[in-house]
């Protein structure tokens, strides 16, 4: 066992690794169509397109691997999948800084792909080392992280690029997710005890449907799919959008204050309505987030200044915070110790497909019905997120109290 205090430490050190993950990968993400231009794609549409094809192909590769990845965290243990996924995210992002051509840095970014998947990782490791019934406030904790250096790491990222290249992005992305990858390997203790050698373990294909058979274990698989969709299909389009509200005038500030306000104000939410699951039970916020999160979007199709823009995409801020970490907190208590590793695995994978089609899906409606019709689009994917859980939860008589998820019929 941990000794006390043991998992406080673990999660503040892997909270401060997934935040400097978090920062290296928003360094080059924003400007990896300029960097494309560099490399010889001067065209602006296919600059686009070769971004396009460089972000689908990590996301598919990712989809792929992290249930191998998560089977694997389960008979060695969790804290070398985050020290793997770590330090060769940042062998691959420093190699891309020395890419050639669109082709080398599409191949780089596939590999990334199938190696990394930092995220579902370090969940892994502090759902397992972590109290159940402080399950909420870690997970949370984890999501602040998140957002925290999905905020600040493009502004970085974009000083570093305009002041020294777009290649010193690169290197300097690698070397923070290298050191990120150290300060686990040092200051993380995990608590693990391998199977015995003479117990076969079921496999990758058998423990993924051992896990889907679980009652809950596909309701919450398809909702984390749909947050992940809902939270990104705006993404393509919502930079042209504040264009279109703001005007000429310094666009990309106008943009940057949106995204880090909204970041922000998740940071807060995904701290204190993680904190506050672990007392009235994560299932309540889970359905209150997202019916929240649809009745936010959709007043946004119908906005006619940046200001009413800004203070909406903060209330959705609010809503989007306590998502996923009441989403991850019900999949490790639903999903048995021993196990855990290959469930978030699974959970990554309904992310990184979500990743592939969000922004095309967002960027097609955009093309076909107008920019304001992708988020009405949105507020209906999050309302039948909604609709999914409750039916789904009320089908295996899921009780909406505290600390309680108790399925009628399990696997």
């Known amino acids: 066992m941990l000794a006390k205090g043991s998992w406080q430490r673990n999660l503040v050190v892997l909270w401060i690794g997934q935040t400097m993950i978090m920062v290296a990968f928003s360094f080059f993400f924003p400007f990896i169509p300029l960097y494309v231009q560099t490399l010889g794609m001067t065209d602006t549409t296919q600059a686009a397109e070769w971004a396009g094809f460089i972000s689908a192909g990590s996301s598919i590769s990712m989809a792929i691997a992290q249930p191998i990845w998560g089977n694997l965290a389960d008979r ?81 990222g974009g000083l570093m690029a305009d002041a020294f290249g777009y290649r010193f992005a690169f290197y300097a992305s690698g070397v923070t997710m290298t050191l990120a990858g150290l300060l686990v390997i040092f200051f993380v203790n995990e608590d693990f005890t391998p199977p015995p050698v003479d117990v076969q373990r079921p496999s990758i294909w058998q423990e993924s449907r051992n896990l889907l058979a679980i009652a809950i274990f596909p309701i919450l698989a398809g909702v984390v799919f749909m947050i992940q969709l809902g939270g990104v299909v705006v993404s393509p389009v919502l930079s042209l959008f504040v264009v279109e509200l703001h005007g000429s005038g310094s666009p990309a500030t106008a943009a940057g204050v949106i995204m880090g306000l909204t970041g922000a104000v998740s940071a807060v939410s995904a701290l204190a309505l993680g904190r506050y699951s672990d007392r009235i039970g994560p299932t309540v916020i889970l ?16 906005v006619t200044s940046f200001f009413q823009l800004l203070a909406l995409r903060m209330l959705t801020g609010a809503f989007l915070g306590g998502l996923m970490p009441s989403a991850n907190a019900l999949l490790a208590r639903v999903t048995p110790a021993q196990h855990r590793g290959a469930a978030f695995g699974l959970s990554a994978t309904a992310s990184s497909l979500a990743n592939f089609v969000g922004p095309l899906g967002g960027a097609l409606v955009a093309t076909q019905y107008g920019i304001r019709s992708v988020f009405l689009v949105t507020g209906g994917l999050f309302s039948l997120a909604f609709l999914w859980v409750g039916y789904g939860f009320r089908r295996q008589g899921v009780v909406l109290a505290p600390r309680q998820l108790d399925p009628k019929r399990n696997a």
């Not at 793997?84 to 050639?100: D, H, I, N, P, V």
């Not at 997202?290 to 959709?298: C, F, I, P, Q, T």
Request: aromatic share 8%; hydrophobic share 50%; glycine share 14%.
């Open 76 to 156: 060695w243990g969790r804290k070398p999948m985050v020290v793997r996924s770590m330090l060769s995210g940042g062998l691959l992002t420093g190699l891309m800084g020395l890419a050639a051509s669109p082709q080398q840095l599409l191949v780089l970014r596939f590999i990334q792909g199938g190696l990394t998947g930092t995220i579902a990782a370090s969940n892994a490791l502090v759902a397992s080392q972590t109290p159940k019934h402080r399950l909420g406030f870690a997970l949370g904790f984890m999501q602040v992280g998140y957002f925290v250096g999905t905020s600040v790491g493009p502004l970085l």
């Open 287 to 302: 359905s209150i987030c997202l019916a929240g999160a649809a009745l936010s979007y959709v007043p946004q199709a119908f």
